[in-house]
């Protein structure tokens, strides 16, 4: 009897392999169909008035559209999330209109909103993940829309959905954290998507890893970032949104505490409208009433000295935030990595290399091309290059 229930164990044992062995291979099989087979993705990019979308086959873009909203269309909604169906149905018409069927998608993905602080990564959309776009547990932004719509698109063909790199990327080592306040924590929001795609692009066109590499981001558009990269990680950077280095644009950046408490308490402004004398309406709008920097050189061609002035501030002020993390960096740094819009401004690039050019030598990608970074982030992970994160 011993030796026939050891013959039977032994067989037990050999079924058990083969058949692991046979689900092992459907995985490989799976695995290496995925990675040589074309991917469809449908990327969302909201924004305060208008939603970008853009479809793509792997990294090939087959088209693109902006999608203006009224400012009287939008104000008829009480809030963001109540704009999600208006962006939706927009969103499907146009597909429509370009013969695309939506059924031929792979995945969705989405931008990211003002959640939790979380580290760099695809997110899937998760309930939970759901539920605090829905929240706005940071803020209402339009940015919250992309997680929601690309969740909503995908279930109705039954394909997955994520998000990339949100803005509330932390990975911030703990001394950047303080403030001088313990109750005013400094910390990470920044234009973290296209900081992270520049970063990489970077490391794969000098043919090292990007977690090797020290390196100085500069985001210039309508806010400012700039964060200090090493191993793989933003350990320190500028709030962009509402109260840290270099003005922009549309943001004041880091003003005088003092004084705006005694703004804060003269009672000539509400609350709102001393935060939209810092987000939205400081900055270069305070200063001279335009947001564009192409207005601004204008401007100065024209002979005007407040333009003159201020584009001077602010190549002094973002020259500083540069020599701020080249510190946080202790001197070693491998590169300095100039994007956003303001980067195709080529005065502003030059003069930023004479003041910071010592630190180390510049690269320059103008622009933001956020809906391939977002097309890359769902691609990593279809092709089982990546995990995806779990929020």
Same mark, same amino acid.
Do not use: W
């Given at each position: 009897?011993?030796?026939?229930?050891?013959?039977?164990?032994?067989?037990?044992?050999?079924?058990?392999?083969?058949?692991?062995?046979?689900?092992?291979?459907?995985?490989?099989?799976?695995?290496?169909?995925?990675?040589?087979?074309?991917?469809?993705?449908?990327?969302?990019?909201?924004?305060?008035?208008?939603?970008?979308?853009?479809?793509?086959?792997?990294?090939?873009?087959?088209?693109?559209?902006?999608?203006?909203?009224?400012?009287?269309?939008?104000?008829?909604?009480?809030?963001?999330?109540?704009?999600?169906?208006?962006?939706?149905?927009?969103?499907?018409?146009?597909?429509?209109?370009?013969?695309?069927?939506?059924?031929?998608?792979?995945?969705? %993905?989405?931008? &990211?909103? !003002?959640? #939790?602080?979380?580290? $760099? *990564?695809? =997110?899937?959309?998760?309930?939970?993940?759901?539920?605090?776009?829905?929240?706005?547990?940071?803020?209402?932004?339009?940015?919250?829309?992309?997680?929601?719509?690309?969740?909503?698109?995908?279930?109705?063909?039954?394909?997955?959905?994520?998000?990339?790199?949100?803005?509330?990327?932390?990975?911030?080592?703990?001394?950047?954290?303080?403030?001088?306040?313990?109750?005013?924590?400094?910390?990470?929001?920044?234009?973290?998507?296209?900081?992270?795609?520049?970063?990489?692009?970077?490391?794969?066109?000098?043919?090292?890893?990007?977690?090797?590499?020290?390196?100085?981001?500069?985001?210039?558009?309508?806010?400012?970032?700039?964060?200090?990269?090493?191993?793989?990680?933003?350990?320190?950077?500028?709030?962009?949104?509402?109260?840290?280095?270099?003005?922009?644009?549309?943001?004041?950046?880091? %003003?005088?505490? &003092?004084? !705006?408490? #005694?703004?804060?308490? $003269? *009672?000539? =402004?509400?609350?709102?409208?001393?935060?939209?004398?810092?987000?939205?309406?400081?900055?270069?709008?305070?200063?001279?009433?335009?947001?564009?920097?192409?207005?601004?050189?204008?401007?100065?061609?024209?002979?005007?000295?407040?333009?003159?002035?201020?584009?001077?501030?602010?190549?002094?002020?973002?020259?500083?935030?540069?020599?701020?993390?080249?510190?946080?960096?202790?001197?070693?740094?491998?590169?300095?990595?100039?994007?956003?819009?303001?980067?195709?401004?080529?005065?502003?690039?030059?003069?930023?290399?004479?003041?910071?050019?010592?630190?180390?030598?510049?690269?320059?990608?103008?622009?933001?091309?956020?809906?391939?970074?977002?097309?890359?982030?769902?691609?990593?992970?279809?092709?089982?290059?990546?995990?995806?994160?779990?929020?």
């Amino acid at each position: 009897m011993i030796f026939f229930d050891t013959l039977i164990d032994l067989a037990a044992d050999f079924a058990s392999e083969a058949a692991e062995a046979v689900i092992t291979k459907k995985i490989k099989d799976r695995i290496h169909r995925r990675k040589n087979m074309s991917i469809k993705s449908l990327i969302i990019n909201p924004g305060s008035t208008s939603t970008k979308i853009g479809v793509f086959e792997d990294e090939t873009l087959l088209f693109e559209e902006t999608l203006r909203h009224p400012t009287e269309e939008i104000a008829k909604y009480a809030s963001i999330v109540d704009q999600k169906d208006f962006r939706k149905n927009i969103i499907i018409s146009l597909l429509k209109e370009k013969s695309f069927d939506i059924r031929s998608l792979n995945v969705v %993905v989405g931008r &990211g909103g !003002l959640l #939790k602080p979380i580290v $760099s *990564g695809t =997110y899937a959309v998760s309930d939970a993940l759901l539920d605090d776009l829905h929240k706005g547990v940071q803020g209402e932004h339009a940015s919250n829309l992309g997680g929601i719509l690309a969740r909503e698109i995908a279930d109705s063909i039954g394909v997955p959905s994520y998000i990339v790199d949100p803005v509330v990327v932390d990975e911030l080592m703990p001394a950047a954290r303080y403030s001088g306040v313990p109750e005013l924590p400094r910390i990470s929001i920044f234009h973290a998507l296209n900081q992270k795609a520049v970063a990489k692009r970077y490391a794969k066109e000098s043919g090292r890893a990007y977690d090797t590499l020290r390196l100085i981001v500069v985001h210039l558009g309508g806010g400012v970032s700039v964060g200090a990269h090493v191993g793989g990680k933003v350990v320190d950077v500028f709030n962009a949104l509402d109260g840290d280095g270099a003005f922009s644009p549309e943001r004041a950046g880091a %003003v005088p505490s &003092g004084a !705006l408490v #005694k703004m804060c308490f $003269s *009672g000539k =402004y509400t609350e709102k409208e001393i935060y939209k004398k810092l987000v939205g309406n400081g900055g270069f709008n305070a200063y001279l009433g335009t947001n564009d920097m192409r207005n601004v050189e204008k401007m100065v061609d024209e002979g005007d000295e407040k333009a003159i002035a201020l584009r001077e501030a602010f190549l002094l002020q973002i020259s500083k935030d540069i020599g701020s993390m080249a510190c946080v960096l202790e001197g070693r740094v491998d590169q300095i990595i100039v994007t956003g819009g303001i980067a195709y401004d080529k005065y502003v690039v030059s003069e930023l290399q004479k003041r910071a050019g010592f630190i180390a030598p510049f690269t320059v990608y103008p622009g933001e091309d956020e809906l391939l970074a977002l097309a890359q982030g769902g691609l990593r992970v279809m092709r089982g290059e990546e995990k995806a994160m779990e929020y």
